[in-house]
């Protein structure tokens, strides 16, 4: 248990639905990520948010909207996602972002 | 673009032999170093790290060795046990924000 939990573990979504991820920190952190992992490919960052801003998008489709109402959580807003987007997002917090990060579980994406 | 080269992509080890993982990376910026093991179902989980003032680490087991002038860094597991198994991660980056990971070194520990 890291401190840091996703939901849903598992997901599976049409083309045509829209869902979110929910990831939430009990560690009082400030900084908060989503990565996406793909099979075969690095770990890839989409979002940060440092103190509820957000201050890197890495050039993610905008069908990925994430929202951060406070510190304590993170969400990920899908929708029209393709299949190719069937992967493991990653939630992470960090006390800032120059220090050690902690990861949730995952939500285990498939698009159909 | 910044990448970071991770090698071998697997590697199996007789349990209590020693396992060495190799990264390098392209940004010479890079001053932030950190290593995460990822167990079958769970998040990556951070193992050690190394910043760029130094050269060596170590805790316990495990340790990680950075040549910065050669641009890579080493993770090395002396010991290893059958819970060692895992895939490992390295990373490089100027802070948490900003890393860029390797693509990743099963480690299978035999018993």
């Known amino acids: 248990e890291t401190g840091v939990t996703q939901t849903p573990r598992h997901l599976v979504m049409g083309m045509t639905n829209k869902k979110s991820l929910k990831c939430e920190q009990h560690?009082?952190?400030?900084?908060m990520y989503w990565y996406k992992q793909s099979a075969k490919k690095p770990l890839e960052l989409m979002f940060v948010y440092n103190f509820k801003e957000q201050t890197e998008n890495n050039s993610v489709p905008s069908r990925f909207s994430p929202e951060c109402p406070n510190s304590s959580h993170l969400f990920l807003h899908l929708h029209t996602l393709q299949p190719e987007d069937s992967a493991l997002y990653l939630c992470a917090s960090s006390q800032d972002r120059n220090t050690e990060a902690f990861f949730g579980q995952g939500t285990r994406l498939t698009v159909v | 673009g910044e990448n970071v080269e991770q090698h071998p992509s697997t590697l199996s080890v007789q349990e209590g032999d020693s396992a060495v993982i190799k990264c390098t990376y392209s940004d010479s910026a890079s001053n932030y170093f950190p290593w995460y093991k990822q167990e079958l179902g769970k998040g990556p989980q951070l193992i050690i790290d190394?910043?760029?003032?130094?050269g060596e680490k170590k805790d316990q087991r495990i340790a990680v060795t950075l040549n910065k002038t050669a641009k890579h860094f080493s993770l090395h597991i002396t010991e290893t046990q059958p819970e060692d198994s895992a895939v490992y991660f390295c990373a490089a980056g100027r802070s948490q924000g900003n890393l860029i990971f390797g693509k990743g070194t099963k480690l299978s520990v035999k018993p």
């Open positions: 190394i910043r760029s003032n130094v």
């Open positions: 560690l009082g952190h400030n900084a």
